[in-house]
């Protein structure tokens, strides 16, 4: 009779099992290929004000867009999508005389694909001298971070001792980000949905001029 198979015991299985702590940077370069390696979402004050540390230290303005809260990250995003769409339009339809003009006008960022949002953060205007102010703001201070937060209205501010006091905000799934720049993003995103119904108008205008007379009352409005 055929005896039967062996069974291995649990030491001999954990035995064979891979070494994750040697697989980890592979199974992280593997998920390169969809989405970047990230940091856990804050669950605290704290939390946040450290992943704004972590930027501030990386010197890259990618990871400060990781620490933003999340209206202040949708603003961005809507902006970048705003001017790529635009970016395009200009290209397409634009006689060569408004294009360059225009063109001018729309950072270089913007032609970053629409889900590299980081990327198109990082190429900004602007953005690395913002990271430089952070930075001598943080450093400023000393010690562990200390948080007091506003349960009503899902604020905190975060300090270390002797140092610049940092602005906090919670969404309601509970992740905390850095919420000082949501204003300025704020009207940033509603001029960029203005100029892109403006450029909208340009265009079509432009595609009927380019197969014959433009339709009655049609103007062409500047953005």
């Known amino acids: 009779m055929q005896g039967l198979p062996h069974r291995r015991s649990a030491r001999e299985r954990r035995r064979s099992w891979p070494n994750l702590a040697l697989l980890a940077p592979f199974v992280c370069l593997t998920a390169l290929t969809t989405a970047a390696c990230r940091d856990r979402p804050a669950e605290t004050p704290e939390d946040a004000y450290l992943l704004v540390l972590k930027a501030c230290d990386k010197g890259d303005p990618a990871y400060l867009f990781d620490a933003f809260d999340t209206p202040t990250q949708w603003s961005i995003e809507t902006v970048h999508h705003a001017q790529r769409e635009m970016r395009q339009l200009v290209f397409e339809t634009y006689p060569p005389e408004d294009k360059a003009r225009f063109l001018g006008r729309i950072p ?5 694909e629409e889900d590299h949002a980081r990327r ?3 190429r900004l205007d602007g953005s690395q001298a913002l990271l430089g102010d952070l930075k001598k703001r943080i450093y400023a201070g000393s010690g562990q971070p200390v ?5 009503r209205t899902k604020t905190a501010t975060v300090w270390r001792e002797g140092g610049s ?11 905390w980000g850095f919420s000082e720049l949501r204003s300025e993003w704020d009207h940033a995103k509603l001029r960029a949905i203005h100029d892109l119904e403006t450029v909208r108008k340009n265009a079509a205008l432009y595609r009927q001029l380019a197969g014959g007379p433009p339709a009655d009352g049609a103007t062409r409005s500047t953005p």
Do not use: N, Q
Not at 147 to 151: L, P
Not at 165 to 175: E, Q
């Open 165 to 175: 006091i940092f602005h906090f905000a919670r969404d309601d799934k509970g992740r």
């Open 120 to 122: 198109y953060y990082r």
């Open 147 to 151: 948080g007091s937060v506003d349960h």
């Open 108 to 112: 270089d960022a913007a032609e970053e």
